[in-house]
């Protein structure tokens, strides 16, 4: 098969496209310019798609022996991913923005552009196994990936490669190592790779403006200020900067951002247990939407727990009953259902109760 490595010049993108190349493929390697600035977007271990990265990707592919491309989707991404990221947090979301690359850039524009070139597949760094054209997690589950991977549609994922499904990181590394690949010990990305100095409320202040407004309790008497409720997440605790501590001298939590009344409201830990979640616009990774309830298992972070559920389409929603209560869950976020560790489908929080 014709194949395209998307290499972001790390380790895991680098030691996948080796993998790709040694299984017999004819593969080209890709970069994707992501930044309109790139001397800007790497600090230490954070950002990603910097100048740097381009050229460590360049220096892998070299190795390898394939050839390498760079593609400047920076428009795109900056439309589809960080314009969708601001947008949701002005709406009193929280979103997922690797999630939104993955879906709308890595595996729409870029598997799209890909098969008009003529190439079979994709093949990626990501943490995940495919068996027979179902998603699975990886074996390593501390760097599972397939979380963020369960927006793709199955005709995607017939068009994807991910091999590193079998592999734990350490291992991941200490081949890059004996290829002779200088990413090997490169610090992974972390944190949301476009805010390079980790300072999301800043760079949400900057995009939205300063908009100052009330703090209240679950009785909406105002305990304090606020001067921006896009810097808020539900199940947040520090940094609240209250004017009145609870009656009982308990912590107390977001449990909700309202935009249209730019209200934050707080309350205590308990108050954020999530027994029922309604997803809009799902999606059916391991095919078929259930004809019933279905009992899974829903797991909603990218790294959270993992808890029992029972799901069911009410019309074009999903509504999932959860089996033991989850705290801070946040619009906007997705709800990820697995049978074991096969992906079933997934769909974004629009309610809770």
């Given at each position: 098969m014709k194949v395209l490595a998307a290499m972001s010049g790390g380790v895991d993108s680098a030691v996948a496209a080796a993998h790709a190349a040694d299984a017999g493929h004819d593969v080209t390697g890709v970069h994707l310019a992501l930044s309109r600035t790139p001397a800007s977007l790497r600090t230490g271990a954070r950002g990603c798609c910097t100048a740097e990265d381009a050229r460590d990707a360049r220096r892998s592919a070299d190795v390898i022996g394939i050839p390498f491309y760079v593609w400047d989707l920076a428009e795109r991404f900056a439309a589809d991913v960080i314009d969708d990221f601001v947008a949701e947090y002005a709406a009193g979301r929280t979103p997922n923005p690797c999630l939104r690359c993955n879906e709308r850039i890595k595996f729409t524009a870029v598997l799209d552009r890909a098969v008009a070139l003529g190439f079979d597949a994709v093949a990626t760094g990501h943490h995940a196994r495919l068996d027979g054209g179902v998603l699975r997690r990886s074996v390593d589950l501390a760097k599972d990936q397939s979380y963020v991977l369960a927006v793709l549609t199955a005709a995607q994922l017939a068009r994807a490669i991910f091999p590193l499904g079998g592999m734990t990181k350490t291992q991941v590394r200490a081949e890059a190592a004996a290829r002779g690949l200088a990413v090997a010990d490169k610090p992974d990305s972390h944190d949301v790779c476009f805010i390079a100095d980790g300072d999301t409320a800043g760079f949400l202040r900057d995009r939205i403006g300063a908009a100052e407004g009330a703090v209240v309790d679950g009785d909406g008497a105002e305990v304090g200020r606020h001067s921006g409720a896009f810097a808020y997440t539900v199940g947040q605790r520090r940094g609240l900067a209250l004017a009145r501590p609870a009656p009982d001298g308990r912590p107390r939590y977001v449990l909700d951002i309202s935009p249209v009344t730019n209200t934050v409201t707080v309350g205590p830990a308990e108050a954020l247990d999530v027994h029922r979640v309604v997803g809009i616009r799902p999606v059916w990774t391991g095919g078929a939407a259930p004809a019933g309830p279905s009992a899974g298992l829903a797991q909603l972070r990218a790294h959270g727990d993992v808890v029992?559920?029972?799901?069911?389409?009410?019309?074009?929603?999903?509504?999932?009953?959860?089996?033991?209560?989850?705290?801070?869950?946040?619009r906007g976020q997705a709800i990820v259902l697995y049978d074991d560790d096969r992906v079933v489908g997934s769909a974004t929080v629009d309610a809770t109760g």
């Open positions: 029992p559920c029972t799901a069911e389409m009410a019309g074009e929603r999903l509504e999932v009953r959860l089996h033991e209560p989850v705290r801070g869950v946040a």
